[in-house]
């Protein structure tokens, strides 16, 4: 589902055949974990994990402007497919890409469940490596990430690479993940005999000067942070922020 720097020159996006493998450790734990939540437990997730979901899906919904006959957009780190169902109603067309096969056959199926054709809605499995490939060049109006950069080690190669999937002028992109806060950023460890340290590479949230510099370094114009989404359970309390920028 989640680095830093101060503003600089824009940094030139890397060709995809360029980018290396960041933390090989990292992506395997996840694809191994994710995978498993997928054969484990089908359709369920925890339901604070739904009303995330549902919120930030609400909240993408309010900081960007749908046409429901024009809008393509690309979901990265997509999992099940619970973001996507709230956006999927206002889009042209929605695609999903997650690195854990498991989840995106979830997400095709429940997508099917839905009434969407694969043109509508549907997901593929891709890393970094033949991501450009299989979505076959296609650039969209918007790329979205939500609650997942705390699982990438290296977020600002992340960013840049979701930017040269952006049409250029027009193409936006919404990261929504959790906010670095004084009170700490606390968050539910999943008891799984698959989940590893490795598969969270950042436990602390993001600020919001380190999270609008990545968008900066990334070529992102007109950059906008917000915190729209504040839970607090019994076990746990956390902020969502949610930041958007621009292609130029």
Same mark, same amino acid.
């Given at each position: 589902?989640?680095?830093?720097?101060?503003?600089?020159?824009?940094?030139?996006?890397?060709?995809?055949?360029?980018?290396?493998?960041?933390?090989?450790?990292?992506?395997?734990?996840?694809?191994?974990?994710?995978?498993?939540?997928?054969? $484990?437990?089908?359709? =369920? @997730?925890?339901?604070?994990?739904? *009303? +995330?979901?549902?919120?930030? !899906?609400? %909240?993408?919904?309010?900081?960007?402007?749908?046409?429901?006959?024009?809008?393509?957009?690309?979901?990265?780190?997509?999992?099940?497919?619970?973001?996507?169902?709230?956006?999927?109603?206002?889009?042209?067309?929605?695609?999903?890409?997650?690195?854990?096969?498991?989840?995106?056959?979830?997400?095709?199926?429940?997508?099917?469940?839905?009434?969407?054709?694969? $043109?509508?809605?549907? =997901? @593929?499995?891709?890393?970094?490596? *033949? +991501?450009?490939?299989?979505? !076959?060049? %296609?650039?969209?109006?918007?790329?979205?990430?939500?609650?997942?950069?705390?699982?990438?080690?290296?977020?600002?190669?992340?960013?840049?690479?979701?930017?040269?999937?952006?049409?250029?002028?027009?193409?936006?992109?919404?990261?929504?993940?959790?906010?670095?806060?004084?009170?700490?950023?606390?968050?539910?460890?999943?008891?799984?005999?698959?989940?590893?340290?490795?598969?969270?590479?950042?436990?602390?949230?993001?600020?919001?000067?380190?999270?609008?510099?990545?968008?900066?370094?990334?070529?992102?114009?007109?950059?906008?942070?917000?915190?729209?989404?504040?839970?607090?359970?019994?076990?746990?309390?956390?902020?969502?922020?949610?930041?958007?920028?621009?292609?130029?």
């Amino acid at each position: 589902m989640a680095h830093h720097s101060s503003p600089a020159e824009p940094t030139a996006v890397p060709h995809h055949h360029d980018i290396p493998t960041t933390n090989e450790e990292t992506q395997q734990a996840n694809r191994t974990f994710f995978d498993d939540m997928a054969h $484990d437990h089908g359709h =369920a @997730i925890p339901e604070w994990a739904k *009303d +995330l979901s549902q919120a930030a !899906g609400e %909240a993408i919904l309010k900081a960007y402007d749908f046409k429901k006959d024009e809008t393509s957009v690309l979901e990265f780190a997509c999992g099940s497919g619970y973001v996507s169902q709230v956006l999927a109603p206002h889009a042209q067309s929605i695609t999903g890409v997650d690195i854990s096969q498991g989840q995106v056959d979830l997400y095709n199926k429940r997508a099917a469940d839905l009434g969407y054709t694969p $043109d509508q809605m549907k =997901a @593929i499995c891709a890393t970094w490596e *033949d +991501l450009d490939t299989k979505l !076959g060049g %296609a650039k969209f109006d918007l790329v979205v990430c939500a609650q997942s950069y705390h699982h990438f080690t290296d977020i600002n190669l992340v960013t840049r690479i979701l930017v040269s999937f952006l049409k250029p002028s027009t193409g936006k992109l919404i990261v929504l993940d959790g906010v670095k806060s004084e009170a700490g950023w606390k968050f539910p460890v999943p008891k799984a005999a698959s989940f590893s340290h490795a598969v969270i590479a950042h436990r602390g949230g993001f600020s919001q000067e380190e999270i609008e510099n990545v968008f900066k370094e990334a070529g992102l114009e007109d950059v906008e942070f917000d915190v729209p989404i504040k839970r607090e359970w019994e076990e746990f309390k956390i902020g969502i922020f949610l930041v958007k920028g621009r292609a130029k």
